[in-house]
């Protein structure tokens, strides 16, 4: 770059940094490129799978490079879910970065349902839905059980808010993370059993709210 002026690498320095691609698109750094990235067909077949579906449940694969607008793609989608469609359906939204959660090389049911539950609780919180931490509380008691240290909040009421936390904190230990999942992992069945109670329950709240508020369902977006 010796050939280039000094204003000019302050320019290209600046945007070389402006650019991150391990981390989605703020808000106000999104733009509209539907008119050439398909013209939002991703969402729009999103949405119009989950608006025709009257049965069963719906699995998507959304991939593509690093840095190509995944989750920038599943941020919009978040957003737009919560409108009211066409067909007068409307969904909760819950993302998931499971990088928060999970080692991408070094992961396990348990370690991916603990990622559900944490966040899945928290935001719902956030968004003054009330439903039973009951499933926060008996995770968290299985899972100070299986450490002879203090894990920071044995002394303290854990809220959903702390759960998200200590979950995110504690699994970015591999030797941590793994005790956890050896932990749980026999309890695979009971695990999955009391997740769908809990679904069942997140889904007659939803469904049940104010006229004006209520959702048809939720979906859950990982990245």
């Known amino acids: 770059m010796s050939d280039i ?6 320019v ?44 069963g449940f719906l699995c998507r694969l959304f991939s593509g490079h690093i840095g190509t607008g995944k989750s920038s793609e599943l941020q919009e989608l978040q957003k737009q879910l919560r409108e009211t469609s066409p067909m007068d359906k409307r969904f909760f939204p819950i993302l998931i970065d499971m990088e928060q959660f999970i080692d991408a090389y070094d992961a396990g ?10 966040e899945m609780t928290f ?3 956030e968004a003054h839905i009330s439903v039973s931490d009951n499933i926060v509380k008996q995770w968290w008691g299985r899972i100070k059980e299986t450490f002879t240290t203090p894990l920071g909040t044995d002394n303290v009421e854990v809220s ?9 904190s504690l699994s970015k230990t591999p030797s941590v993370r793994s005790k ?10 009971v695990l999955l ?31």
């Open 5 to 10: 002026s000094p204003i000019m690498r302050t």
């Open 12 to 55: 290209l320095t600046k945007l070389y940094n402006s650019c991150h691609p391990q981390q989605p698109a703020l808000p106000a750094q999104y733009y509209d490129l539907t008119q050439v990235r398909g013209g939002g067909a991703f969402i729009r077949k999103f949405r119009d799978d989950l608006d025709l579906a009257n049965q």
């Open 109 to 118: 049911i348990p370690d991916i349902l603990l990622a559900i539950v944490a």
């Open 123 to 125: 935001q719902l919180e």
């Open 160 to 168: 959903v808010g702390i759960f998200k936390a200590r979950i995110a």
């Open 180 to 189: 956890m999942r050896e932990s749980m992992e026999p309890l695979c069945s």
């Open 193 to 223: 059993t009391e997740v769908n109670l809990f679904f069942e329950d997140v889904r007659k709240t939803l469904t049940n709210l104010g006229t004006e508020e209520k959702y048809t369902d939720f979906v859950l977006l990982f990245d």
